[in-house]
């Protein structure tokens, strides 16, 4: 009896990756980069996840046919919830939270009670506006996570001086001086993350900045006073 089951279960495996190995090839005119662990099962019966990560992240499902694909909004309404927008934004948090903190440049609020990571760029005005708040949203228990997104077409010196303050003894005092004095400091050259947090922030889609991503992966992109901040936090929260 076991042995029979163990084939049973192996040709049932057998199977499942047939499948996910037919969608692929179904998929693979169209997403050339597409890959086996790009698939998974989904919450919809009778189709599977497909994660596209470039060029920008995205979520679509097809029939275990290969026959249709759902793309867009896809709204479970029992919850009313759009339930690939919340997979993408899970997958962008876990894509965030993957980034070692001694690679970012942390604002850490003594009453933490929420978290925010922004791609910044230290030659953006706006990023200098919202940076001047800092105090103000500490306060209000909000924790600062700092990643670089230079922005080479609007700011061609960016990111050289972001990689000056990555380099530094202290980058928290480095991007402060600089956000608040154009004070640049002379650091050795050094291993740093900016080119690498520069691709990923067009693989989460950011085109401008500042961009802030709420603990859920909901992307905020621009300018919010402190207390527009917390409200919007509160709202997704709630949701």
């Known amino acids: 009896m076991k042995k029979f089951l163990t084939i049973a279960l192996i040709f049932i495996t057998n199977i499942v990756f047939a499948d996910v190995g037919m969608i692929v090839n179904k998929l693979k005119p169209y997403f050339p980069e597409i890959k086996a662990e790009n698939i998974s099962t989904s919450q919809l019966d009778g189709y599977y996840e497909v994660v596209l990560t470039n060029p920008s992240i995205d979520v679509l499902y097809i029939s275990m046919d290969g026959r249709y694909v759902l793309q867009g909004a896809v709204t479970d309404l029992e919850l009313m919830t759009n339930i690939s927008t919340n997979r993408v934004n899970a997958i962008k948090q876990n894509m965030l939270n993957s980034i070692s903190d001694n690679e970012k440049i942390i604002f850490k609020s003594e009453n933490e009670k929420y978290v925010v990571h922004v791609f910044t760029d230290v030659d953006c005005p706006y990023c200098a506006k919202l940076h001047a708040n800092m105090n103000e949203m500490n306060a209000l228990g909000i924790t600062v996570k700092y990643l670089a997104s230079p922005l080479e ?23 402060h001086n600089y956000k608040t004095k154009r004070f640049l400091p002379n650091s050795p050259d050094c291993i740093n993350p900016v080119a690498e947090q520069l691709a990923i922030s067009k693989q989460l889609g950011v085109n401008g900045t500042p961009s802030i991503f709420f603990e859920n992966g909901l992307n905020i992109p621009g300018y919010l006073e402190p207390e527009e901040l917390l409200n919007r936090f509160l709202n997704t929260l709630a949701q």
């Open 153 to 175: 077409q609007l700011h061609p010196n960016a990111q050289s001086a972001m990689e000056k303050i990555w380099c530094a003894e202290d980058k928290a005092i480095a991007i």
